[in-house]
């Protein structure tokens, strides 16, 4: 049913756990099935120095989340936000049609930790101090 790069990412899965120290941390529920994916992110700077995860999920969604790491990783947050599900579905040679809506868990959940770092407090004032300096 799956692609050899599926269950690459299935069987060893990349970036699994979670950042005790996150900067930021976003979980999304699937809807259709019920699991869930958690993604803890790392800021330094404007670069996502660490991405994790962890799910309830079935093995399309352990891929998909593996996938989202490792594309994640490194970019800048601006990148990192314009990073999709369908992304994710691709870098993963597709998927099959009924295990598509397990993909849309994890660029979700990053998208999530971002706007959870963002809403941060410290985040705010370096924010505002950018902004009154600019
Ligand atoms: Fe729930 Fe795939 S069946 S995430």
């Given at each position: 049913m799956y692609n050899e790069t599926v269950m690459d990412h299935f069987q060893n899965p990349r970036n699994v756990g979670e950042i005790t120290d996150a900067s930021g941390v976003?979980?999304?529920?699937?809807?259709?099935?019920?699991?869930?994916?958690r993604?803890?992110?790392?800021?330094?700077?404007?670069?996502?120095?660490?991405?994790?995860?962890m799910t309830f999920g079935c093995g399309a969604a352990v891929a998909s989340g593996s996938m989202m790491t490792?594309?994640?990783?490194?970019?800048?947050?601006?990148?990192?936000k314009e990073l999709t599900n369908k992304d994710v579905a691709q870098a993963l040679g597709g998927l099959p049609p009924q295990k598509l809506h397990c993909s849309n868990l994890a660029a979700d959940a990053l998208h999530k930790a971002i706007e959870d770092w963002q809403q941060k407090p410290e985040r705010r004032s370096e924010l505002s101090e950018i902004i009154n300096k600019g």
């Open positions: 976003g979980e999304i529920g699937n809807v259709v099935c019920g699991d869930i994916l993604v803890y992110i790392k800021v330094k700077g404007e670069i996502l120095d660490d991405v994790k995860y490792t594309l994640a990783k490194g970019k800048t947050i601006e990148e990192a």
